[in-house]
Each structure stands twice: as C-alpha cells, then as structure tokens.
C-alpha cells in the first residue's frame, strides 16, 4: 500500500510544481536529492562530479515538468527516466581530467595534514572493493543495483523504467544480494 500512497504524493507534488508551486518543488528535491546523488555517485568517478550530475539532473527536472502528464503515468517512473537519461548523456560529453579538476585554486593539491591515514586507507581499499564488484557486473545487474539498493526504488517503478517483469527484477536482485553477501 505504501508504493500506491508514495505514487499519488509524488504525482500530487509534481502536479503542483507544474503549476509554479516553489515549496511543492523544493520537497521533492527533499524527497530526491539523497537517493539522486546515491545513483549517480555510482555511475561517475568524482563525489563533485556526482554533485554536479545531481544539481543538473533537478535542473531538467524543473525545465521539463511540463512534459509530465500525471494522467498517463507515474512522476517517479518518469523522473528516474529522466535522471538515467542525464547520466547517460553526462558519459557522452565526458572529457578527460585536467590539473585544474583535481587542484585546489591555488593551483596545489589539496593535502590535510591531520588525516588519519590508516582510516583513510581502510576506507579507500573497502569503498576501491566494492567499485570493483560494481564492475564486475552486467550493465543491467549494475542497473538494478543501482536503482534497487542506490536508489531504493520499489521493483514495481523499477518494472515500468526498464520494462522488465517484476518478478524477474525480483530474482535478479536476490541474485546480486548473494553476491554481495558473498563480498562481504
């Protein structure tokens, strides 16, 4: 019952945003923003990339509102499409990294002097782990992952986005549960 109740309020919010409702647009980037940046912090190299991706993928949001039509569809499906289609066209225009996207404004790298580094390396080699087991999957497992246990979409949304069974979706994402139980 909780995905019907989550569909009409996130169709209702998108509704009044159409109409120039600030405060209904300014909830669903509350509602959005984590799982968002979540799906997208997956898909690029950088957390300011991904922040980047983000604020663009609300921007097409707030100028594409009006090609949603509640009467034919569910605001969530349609948002998720959109955001999939902003990374897809994010790796289209990726250029390579310069030395001005990795240093500080003065030209330095930036370099803390009071990191703990054995933390910092725990955390590099657990988060470099789990990168590696996101690569060694499928393009379509990477995608349910991603918009199952990122994005934590119910596998009803996740049906209608990559027009696959649900049931199917459910199988595939018990498959990869036990792989990454396997992981760990």
């Not at 996130?10 to 980037?29: H, I, P, Q, V, W």
């Not at 310069?98 to 390396?121: K, L, R, Y």
């Not at 590696?132 to 199952?148: G, M, N, T, V």
Request: glycine share 2%; net charge positive.
């Amino acid at each position: 019952m909780r995905i019907f109740s989550q569909k009409s309020e996130f169709n209702k919010l998108a509704k009044r945003m159409k109409s120039g409702d600030e405060a209904a647009a300014a909830e669903l980037y509350e509602k959005l923003s984590s799982k968002v940046f979540g799906f997208c912090m997956n898909r690029v190299k950088l957390k300011s990339e991904a922040e980047d991706l983000t604020q663009e993928i609300f921007l097409k949001l707030v100028f594409n509102i009006d090609q949603f039509d509640d009467k034919k569809g569910n605001f969530l499906v349609w948002f998720w499409q959109l955001s999939r289609n902003a990374v897809i066209d994010s790796y289209r225009k990726q250029k390579d990294l310069t030395f001005s996207d990795v240093a500080n404004e003065d030209g330095e790298f930036d370099h803390p002097a009071n990191v703990n580094v054995q933390e910092s390396t725990e955390r590099n080699m657990a988060l470099a782990k789990v990168k590696d087991f996101i690569k060694s999957l499928k393009p379509e497992e990477q995608e349910l992952f991603e918009l199952r246990f990122v994005a934590d979409l119910p596998y009803r949304e996740i049906a209608n986005l990559l027009k696959r069974p649900e049931g199917n979706l459910r199988v595939a994402a018990n498959r990869l549960r036990q792989k990454i139980k396997e992981l760990v």
